[in-house]
């Protein structure tokens, strides 16, 4: 299984509310992402977890809190967003995360789409 | 920061034809990727070139790579309708496989 899921699909919140992204992969990868990306633009890169601890957090604002409970899960906790926050949230997960020559791919989920009213 | 721009921005051409998109970048590098994105879906991971490497092919890819002019190419030869979609390089040069996306170039494949 060389997938990655993302739910939901699409999401539509105010900004006062407090929602949720869920990621999930079973491909016993170690290391799991959170990009945003604008419409025509690249992803940038928000969060990394690495064996389940926060390694890399790209100076994101604090109304997006990541949590990754266990290997094969990674959340991203909305909450007060703004407008400029409406976006395609992709997660990604890949085998490792390893300084060197060796680098690993990235597998990409479909993404959620976030609309901020 | 963007690490990786590319050129060019947008590119069309007829099925069959091949198409060439370059990715230059700043920083010195370990390793350099090349992924397809379909409309507002996931990217897809297309090849991987190591920085010791010069050319990889895959299918109907070929990726080089320069690192003295640290520029890369992605040739997709016999284009068809499907390839159609946007394609980034990305960069892997810090520790934790910490990637860095190009800008892009849109490819549209006409039938």
């Known amino acids: 299984d060389t997938e990655v899921t993302q739910t939901p699909k699409h999401l539509v919140m105010g900004m006062t509310n407090k929602k949720s992204l869920k990621c999930e992969q079973h491909?016993?990868?170690?290391?799991m992402y959170w990009y945003k990306q604008k419409a025509k633009k690249p992803p940038e890169l928000m969060f990394v977890?690495?064996?389940?601890?926060?390694?890399i957090n790209e100076s994101v604002p604090s109304r997006f809190s990541p949590e990754c409970p266990n290997s094969s899960l990674l959340n991203l906790h909305l909450h007060a967003l703004q407008p400029e926050d409406s976006a395609l949230y992709l997660c990604?997960?890949?085998?490792?995360?390893?300084?060197?020559?060796?680098?690993?791919?990235?597998?990409f989920g479909p993404g959620t789409r976030l609309t901020v009213t | 920061s963007q690490q990786g721009e590319e050129d060019p921005q947008a590119l069309s051409i007829q099925e069959g034809e091949n198409a060439t998109m370059n990715c230059s970048y700043k920083?010195?590098?370990?390793?350099l990727q090349w992924y397809r994105q379909n409309s507002g879906r996931g990217l897809v991971h297309l090849i991987l070139?190591?920085?010791?490497?010069r050319e990889k092919h895959s299918g109907r890819l070929r990726v080089t790579l320069d690192t003295s002019k640290k520029s890369s190419s992605l040739l997709i030869t016999a284009s068809r309708a499907a390839d159609t979609a946007s394609y980034f390089c990305?960069?892997?040069?810090?520790?934790?496989?910490?990637?860095?996306f190009g800008a892009g170039t849109i490819l549209r494949v006409k039938s």
């Open positions: 990604a997960s890949s085998q490792g995360t390893r300084w060197g020559p060796r680098g690993y791919e990235q597998y």
């Open positions: 491909m016993g990868h170690r290391a």
């Open positions: 977890y690495s064996y389940e601890k926060l390694s």
């Open positions: 920083t010195s590098i370990n390793n």
């Open positions: 070139i190591r920085s010791n490497e």
């Open positions: 990305a960069t892997d040069a810090d520790y934790g496989n910490k990637l860095v």
